[in-house]
């Protein structure tokens, strides 16, 4: 039902899915206390004024709505109509070094988009990007994700030892894959470090990835713009640059990496998705899941 639903509403023009949004959003934020009193905590770490905390609130929606056309659109329509790029050139010289680039995509912006666009742009030339995927744990919901996850050159690899390999793999013939760098990992699999002066359960996983491959770390965001468009920000993680020597830790990468995604959500704070749990308790993972294995 859900995903007949779903495809139905990917043949909607954008743009009026994202007008949609502005009004879901607002419902959400009225509908939802715990919804609304964690978006509030988060917000608060910044200060945000009232007019910056409404256009969160209405890009939070406009996220939602989205999602029909990102990911059941049909095949034929791609994303490159709606995209224009900043930084563009530095993710060609880092693929140009032949060892791979990992990109790290935060809750900001349109970040569904954002695997797509490169995976359109670059997939022809260096093959489908990877990009991890871990099930639902709802099992209503798994018929959509798994069939909305799989498109021409983007490809998923299971959140398991088994996919990492998949990965390393893909990062040494020169290819590239994207992660949710903010995206709080199981018990086990992350370190805490500093974010927004909070401590954050943060991810392992795209750092050590980096140290192995030598693969570039790149920060990428899509900034929405009216009319369904997005400019592609793509950076360098200059926190991590900087670290030489003994300085490179796990640690101190670990909170580069933080730092680097702190620094893009004060530049864009009205687009960043604060009601996500951004600093709760990692959740225990059982033998019997299929991430289990995944080292940290």
Same mark, same amino acid.
């Given at each position: ?16 899915? @994202? ?6 959003? !607002? ?9 609304? +009193?964690?978006?509030? %905590? ?11 905390? %409404? ?23 791609? !994303? ?6 900043? /930084?563009?050139?530095? $993710? +060609? ?28 742009? $670059? ?13 639902? %744990? ?26 990492? %390999? ?7 013939? /020169?290819? $590239? !894959?994207?992660?949710?760098?903010? @995206?709080?990992?199981?018990? &086990? ?7 927004? &002066? ?17 693969? !570039? ?5 899509? +900034? ?54 951004? $600093? ?12 289990? /294995?995944?080292?940290?």
């Amino acid at each position: 039902m859900l995903l007949t639903l779903f495809r139905w509403l990917a043949k909607i023009p954008l743009p009026w899915m @994202q007008a949609l949004g502005g009004v879901l959003g !607002t419902l959400v934020w009225w509908s939802s206390k715990s919804y609304r +009193e964690q978006f509030k %905590r988060n917000a608060d770490l910044l200060d945000l004024s009232p007019e910056v905390r %409404r256009k969160a609130m209405v890009n939070a929606g406009t996220m939602l709505t989205e999602l029909p056309w990102m990911w059941l659109r049909s095949p034929s329509i791609t !994303t490159q109509s709606h995209v224009s790029w900043d /930084g563009l050139e530095l $993710f +060609e010289a880092s693929l140009a070094k032949g060892k791979g680039v990992i990109i790290l995509s935060p809750h900001l912006g349109c970040w569904e988009i954002g695997a797509q666009m490169v995976a359109e742009r $670059f997939g022809p030339t260096h093959g489908p990007m990877l990009a991890m995927y871990r099930p639902p %744990r709802k099992a209503w919901i798994a018929p959509l994700v798994e069939s909305a996850r799989n498109r021409e050159h983007l490809e998923t690899v299971p959140a398991s030892p088994q996919g990492i %390999r998949a990965i390393v793999r893909c990062l040494r013939r /020169g290819g $590239f !894959t994207a992660v949710l760098p903010d @995206q709080v990992p199981p018990q &086990g699999q992350g370190i805490w470090a500093s974010f927004l &002066g909070q401590p954050a359960y943060t991810m392992t996983l795209a750092v050590k990835l980096a140290e192995q491959t030598g693969a !570039t770390l790149l920060m990428c965001w899509c +900034e929405r713009k009216p009319k369904a468009q997005y400019v592609g920000h793509l950076s360098e993680l200059k926190e991590l640059n900087a670290l030489k020597g003994e300085d490179r830790s796990l640690e101190n990468m670990v909170q580069a990496m933080n730092d680097g995604v702190e620094r893009l959500v004060r530049s864009a704070p009205e687009q960043y998705l604060w009601g996500y749990a951004r $600093f709760k308790k990692p959740r225990q993972i059982s033998v019997s899941d299929p991430a289990s /294995g995944v080292s940290s």
